[in-house]
C-alpha cells in the first residue's frame, strides 16, 4: 500500500530556514510527480508546487518563489521541501501528496500524515 | 490564478440527510476537479476525481457532477463519519486553488 511518510515538527525562528521530508513507499518514487500543500491553522488548504522526481524539474506557486525549494533525492527515494527567511505566518502543516493523472484528469491521491512547522520568536 | 467559491461555508445536518456542497470556478475548467474530505488532525483524502468518478474505496453515497465552472458535491444519506470539512480542487492549470472549504456539522 502506498504511504508518505513525513519529517517530525519543527520550531524556527523567525528568519531561519526549515526542510522537511517526505519518503514514499508502495510504488516507484520516480514515476510520480511530488506536490507539497500547507495548512495554517484553522485555516484552508493552499498549494505550494511540485517537483518531478526523475529530472528535479519544478514549478513554485508564486507566492513562495525565491522562499521555497524543492529537491528530491531518488538514491534514497526521499523529497524534501526547504523554505526560507521564515515568516510567524508560516506557521502551518506542511503536506506531501503523491499526484496521480490519468488520461482525463489528475488529483493528489495519496498525502502525508503532515509535519507542523511553527515559527516563533 | 483559477479562483475557487464553494458553498456554503458549514452546513448543519443529521445523519441521513441528503447534503449537497457547490463549487464554482472563476474559469472554465472541464472536468478538472476533484474533491477532498479532511477530518481535524488529519490529512486531505481523496474522495472525487474528474468531477464524478469516485475515488476506490469511497462509499457509493458520495457523488460528484459538473463541468465547466459548476460543480456539485452530494452526501446521499449523511453518515455518522461524514462530519468533517470538504475541498474542492481545480486541477486543469498551475497553480492549483482550492476552494475555501465547507464544514459538515452535527445538526
Known amino acids: 500500500q502506498v504511504q508518505l511518510v513525513q519529517s517530525g515538527a519543527e520550531v524556527r525562528k523567525p528568519g531561519a530556514s526549515v526542510k522537511v521530508s517526505c519518503k514514499p513507499s508502495?510504488?516507484?518514487?520516480?514515476?510520480?510527480?511530488m506536490h507539497w500543500v500547507r495548512q495554517a491553522p484553522g485555516q484552508g488548504l493552499e498549494w505550494m508546487g511540485w517537483?518531478?522526481?526523475?529530472?528535479?524539474?519544478?514549478n513554485y506557486a508564486q507566492k513562495f518563489q525565491g522562499r521555497v525549494t524543492m529537491t528530491s533525492d531518488t538514491s534514497i527515494s526521499t523529497a524534501y521541501m526547504e523554505l526560507s527567511r521564515l515568516r510567524f505566518d508560516d506557521t502551518a502543516v506542511y503536506y506531501c501528496?503523491?499526484?496521480?493523472?490519468?488520461?482525463?484528469?489528475?488529483?493528489?491521491?495519496?498525502w502525508g500524515l503532515g509535519t507542523l512547522v511553527t515559527v516563533s520568536s | 490564478d483559477i479562483q475557487m467559491t464553494q458553498s456554503p461555508s458549514s452546513v448543519s445536518a443529521s445523519v441521513g440527510d441528503r447534503v449537497t456542497i457547490t463549487c464554482r470556478a472563476s474559469q472554465f475548467i472541464s472536468s478538472w476537479l476533484a474533491w477532498y474530505q479532511q477530518k481535524p488532525g488529519k490529512a486531505p483524502k481523496l474522495l472525487i476525481y474528474?468531477?464524478?468518478s469516485l475515488q476506490s474505496g469511497v462509499p457509493s453515497r458520495f457523488s460528484g457532477s459538473g463541468s465547466g465552472t459548476d460543480f456539485t458535491l452530494t452526501i446521499s444519506s449523511l453518515q455518522p463519519d461524514d462530519f468533517a470539512t470538504y475541498y474542492c480542487q481545480q486541477a486543469h492549470s498551475f497553480p492549483l486553488t482550492f476552494g475555501g472549504g465547507t464544514k459538515v456539522e452535527i445538526k
Open positions: 474528474a468531477a464524478s
Open positions: 508502495g510504488y516507484t518514487f520516480t514515476d510520480y510527480y
Open positions: 501528496a503523491r499526484w496521480y493523472c490519468s488520461s482525463t484528469s489528475c488529483s493528489e491521491d495519496y
Open positions: 517537483i518531478n522526481p526523475k529530472s528535479g524539474g519544478t
